[in-house]
């Protein structure tokens, strides 16, 4: 069955860096777009970026765009996300999913299998 496990969460001071990491398994890669959801405490489930089958064309949140870089390495079935000059409001947990097709979306109801999260700790 289809996994997503992501890694690369932990905690770090306002103006740093972490790279998180969504190892995908039993599934063609290549065939989905994919995509990146943080939830904060309190608050709903919220879109951070998402990436098509093959790379070329991403979406950011505005909240994180300049800030963040979504990739993906279809070799490795990875798909990643740098995050630079964090701040404390990007405080979550962080979700990788699979898009129900190829095309990219923005909105949850766009994906159907979501990894465990992994948690991300900014501190001012």
């Known amino acids: 069955q289809v996994q997503l496990v992501e890694s690369g969460g932990g905690s770090v001071q306002a103006g740093g860096s972490l790279r998180l990491s969504c190892a995908a398994s039993?599934?063609?890669?290549?065939?989905?777009?994919m995509g990146w959801f943080r939830q904060a405490p309190g608050k709903e489930r919220e879109f951070v970026a998402t990436?098509?089958?093959?790379?070329?064309?991403?979406y950011y949140a505005d909240s994180v765009k300049g800030r963040f870089t979504i990739s993906r390495d279809n070799a490795k079935n990875t798909v990643y996300l740098q995050m630079n000059s964090l701040k404390p409001e990007d405080t979550a947990v962080y979700y990788c999913a699979r898009a129900k097709g190829q095309l990219t979306s923005r909105i949850a109801d766009g994906y159907d299998y979501w990894g465990q999260g992994t948690q991300v700790t900014v501190s001012s």
């Open positions: 039993g599934l063609t890669f290549s065939n989905y777009a």
């Open positions: 990436i098509s089958r093959f790379g070329s064309t991403t």
